[in-house]
């Protein structure tokens, strides 16, 4: 589990004080994010919120961070909007090539692979950190952890982001194995909500994917119908 | 030379930052800009104003930000003017190639595709914040690539140094399968609030409407209300600049070899 820093570590800071174009729009697009994967007997539940932001600003507040890679295997992506972008259309080419060659559906784990080797080699030029979940039939629902630096670890549960810090507490005392698919997509909304609740670089809507072996499911759930959890 | 770019003077630009005195490195002509971009019913609406910044002057009072990317594509440009520029051009040349080579219309996705592809080698050198819309067969669309690379696929957008003061109007005023009229209007209010609450957008207001029909370019779409009236002539007679003196050199050209070669015909 790891926590996405929110400055990047490849900046640009060729011009410094700008008199037109202000501070935050030179700043590379981070995904400051909360994401999280969850896997049930039968399958996984991946959420994530859906804010982009540019420093202070939002640069999109409806952005889709579940990213398809194959049929039945996706990522959720936090760091910079662009390195986990091109990460993911390189993986999902590669392991689409493989799949054909081996004229069968991939394995979630060859996939967490490919996004460690893409992670682990450019380690100093990316800022990349990736929860790859999805179904196969050889070990069923798997979330593999893929954070920053270019580990790879399977995790039962994984959150990742900016807000990941603020639902440890949360996962530790409300996870328990043997979860059913609506427990767990109960578990991934409370979570989220909170994260978006307490940290600034996450929030607009939650959008929530259900992979299993019948395919993929996916919601969303907008800002007013959230969990309320404020007393205030 | 190379092909492609060259950023050995990015290096020399940063060295330089403290050295002059007083002053500061002479800043790349930016276009400080408001553009914004709408999908209706029928297809895209595309605005953009047209001032063109140097530091604190205006460099160019009628810059066109709306490019042309393909018959059914353009793209607005925010950001270095000459970034904007040359990588549109770059991507309309890909794009004509692809036309002639397949016989196809370009999509848009897959000009966004190259976009991406080349901003993200780059890592944020190439200063270009940009707004694509078209219409092809798969219907309309709308994307915004960044200078890094990062891509984003939305309804409505506003991009530039105004885009906070643009995008209020949007979000205010943004409905799903607008009528045309309605469309134009928005992306004109948008537009214009940011020429209002910012000061490197301004002059006058371009609209590009795109449907499935064609493209309708107006140019500009608004003027300026506060249009410069020049009250004095430029022009003086000729013997108002008197001649002092006047010497003619004439150039010694010798003929060093003729050769005359006879092309093979068949």
């Known amino acids: 589990m790891a926590a996405a820093s929110m400055m990047p570590i490849f900046s640009q800071n060729v011009s410094s004080n700008s008199d037109l174009v202000p501070e935050w729009s030179r ?136 807000g990941s810090s603020y639902i440890y507490g949360f996962m530790d005392s409300n996870y328990k194995p043997g979860l059913s698919k609506d427990q767990c997509l109960d578990l991934t909304t409370k979570a989220l909500t909170l994260a978006m609740e307490r940290d600034g670089s996450s929030g607009g809507v939650v959008r929530l994917a259900t992979i299993s072996e019948d395919g993929v499911e996916r919601r969303v759930i907008l800002g007013d119908q959230l969990p309320k959890f404020s007393t205030h | 030379p190379a092909a492609g770019f060259n950023f050995d003077n990015a290096a020399r630009n940063a060295a330089f930052e403290g050295l002059f005195e007083g002053g500061q490195t002479p800043k790349p002509l930016k276009t400080g800009t408001t553009i914004a971009g709408v999908m209706f019913k029928d297809g895209v609406v595309l605005g953009a104003d047209t001032r063109a910044t140097s530091s604190e002057v205006v460099a160019d009072k009628m810059c066109a930000k709306i490019h042309y990317i393909s018959p059914n594509i353009y793209c607005c440009g925010a950001g270095t003017a000459a970034d904007t520029e040359k990588t549109t051009d770059l991507l309309s040349s890909n794009l004509t190639v692809f036309s002639l080579n397949s016989g196809r219309n370009p999509r848009v996705v897959m000009a966004v595709n190259i976009l991406q592809d080349m901003l993200y080698r780059y890592h944020g050198q190439i200063g270009a914040n940009l707004i694509l819309g078209g219409v092809d067969c798969t219907g309309n669309h709308l994307y915004t690539v960044g200078p890094y690379g990062s891509v984003n696929k939305v309804p409505y957008l506003a991009m530039g140094s105004g885009d906070l003061a643009a995008l209020g109007i949007l979000e205010d005023g943004f409905q799903h399968d607008l009528e045309l009229e309605k469309a134009k209007k928005l992306v004109r209010d948008a537009v214009h609030s940011g020429i209002m609450n910012d000061l490197g957008s301004g002059n006058n207001i371009d609209i590009c409407v795109i449907t499935a029909e064609g493209v309708d370019y107006i140019r500009p779409f608004q003027e300026s209300e506060f249009k410069d009236r020049r009250e004095i002539k430029y022009k003086y007679r000729q013997g108002t600049t008197p001649v002092l003196t006047k010497k003619i050199t004439p150039l010694k050209l010798e003929v060093v070899q003729e050769t005359t070669q006879k092309m093979e015909t068949v």
């Open chain 1, 27 to 162: 700043q590379e697009v981070s995904t400051g994010t909360t994401i999280m994967a969850v896997e049930y007997d039968g399958g996984v539940v991946v959420g994530a919120d859906s804010r982009t932001t540019t420093g202070a600003y939002i640069a999109n507040r409806v952005t889709d961070k579940l990213t398809r890679i194959h049929d039945r295997i996706y990522c959720c992506r936090s760091g910079s909007a662009a390195d986990t972008q091109a990460i993911a259309e390189v993986v999902s080419y590669q392991l689409g090539f493989h799949s054909i060659e081996l004229d069968e559906p991939p394995l979630v784990e060859t996939a967490a692979h490919l996004f460690r080797a893409s992670c682990y080699r450019y380690r100093e030029e990316l800022m990349a950190g990736i929860l790859v979940a999805g179904w196969d039939r050889r070990k069923g629902g798997q979330v593999y952890c893929v954070p920053i630096g270019g580990m790879l670890v399977r995790q039962p549960v994984s959150v990742g982001g900016s």
